[in-house]
């Protein structure tokens, strides 16, 4: 089989039987087809191709030309996923990428709001929301329930208007890997997701987008992309630095979480993490701005 082909194949295979999400298959697609790329260009054009030599040579051509660790780390995952698939599809004898390693990522503490920027955050969007404007009152709930369940964008926007229980103030999520959980959430989120819903028909019509909680002005299902553009526009204007997407509320509402005494493995649930560990990191923000705090507020610091 052919390399391009391969990657199709493969691809396939991340959706339909291991429920990758869509954006995850894009990111696997470019940095294989990356791959690809390299090994034609070396002569390489069947899977047969593909050994140990090859892969390291392909992770250094990329570490000279300036790529981060993390983005290393992220093809050497995809091209040890690939071979990993292919012996054990029995499409090659052995799976060639066992022994590589990229280097170890760096890692970068998230960017978290704090308390008084969020407030001003939500203040902003519910003057808007005062309007009536559908699209205004429908932004308000996006960032209420984002910053009350943790929600990654990808869950928010595939939101069904059953997923949500505004008698019990909990949402049910389809997480990564096609794992379902229950997220709770606050009255406050609980209002602005009422006011919406009373609202919503002013933007949905029938053309598919019936049972999305969330639709954009043509009336489809909301896409990321347009809440990524909110979010943006909100952050701009807050200071501080590092990313201004969905994943910056979702980074603060458990690093608030954990600042407000939540046990660390429910954090862990809420937020859909697989291994503690990744949880964990928002245990280092709160110690991180605890020491900022105390630096910035203690006399003998």
């Known amino acids: 089989m052919d390399l391009h082909s391969t ?64 983005t290393l ?13 292919l012996s054990r599809t029995a499409t090659t004898p ?41 699209v205004a009152v429908r932004d308000l709930a996006i960032i209420e329930l984002l ?15 059953g997923d949500v229980d505004l008698g019990r103030l909990t949402v049910r999520v389809l997480g ?18 009422n006011d919406y819903i009373a609202v919503r028909h002013a933007l949905a019509d029938d053309s598919g987008a019936a049972a999305a909680l969330f639709v954009g002005a043509r009336g489809k299902r909301l896409s990321s992309r347009t809440v990524y553009e909110l979010v943006s526009q909100l952050l701009a204007t ?15 509402a458990a690093t608030h979480l954990l600042d407000g005494g939540a046990d660390l493995r429910a954090v862990q649930e809420m937020l859909g993490h697989a291994s503690l560990g990744t949880t964990q990191l928002y245990t280092h923000v709160s110690t991180e701005r605890l020491k900022e705090s105390y630096r910035t507020a203690h006399p003998r610091a």
């Open 94 to 134: 052995t799976d060639a990428a066992t022994r590589l390693r990229a280097p170890k990522s760096e890692h970068h503490l998230p960017r978290v709001l704090t308390r008084d920027q969020m407030a001003q955050i939500l203040q902003r969007v519910s003057d808007r929301a005062t309007t009536g404007d559908p």
């Open 7 to 70: 990657v199709d194949a493969f691809a396939q295979h991340l959706v339909a039987e291991r429920g990758f999400s869509a954006h995850t298959v894009r990111s696997y697609r470019s940095d294989l087809s990356q791959l690809v790329d390299f090994a034609n260009a070396r002569g390489a054009r069947q899977v047969g191709d593909l050994d140990l030599e090859l892969l390291r040579d392909w992770l250094w051509r990329s570490s000279q030309d300036g790529l981060a660790k993390s």
């Open 73 to 85: 780390a992220r093809r050497a995952a995809a091209a040890r996923s690939l071979t990993a698939w």
């Open 147 to 161: 910053y009350a369940s943790a929600l990654r964008v990808s869950e928010l926007t595939g939101l069904g208007i």
């Open 176 to 193: 990564k890997g096609s794992k379902e959980r229950v997220v709770p959430f606050g009255i406050p989120a609980k209002v602005a997701i």
């Open 238 to 252: 807050v200071p501080g630095s590092g990313p201004a997407g969905p994943h910056t509320l979702r980074h603060t």
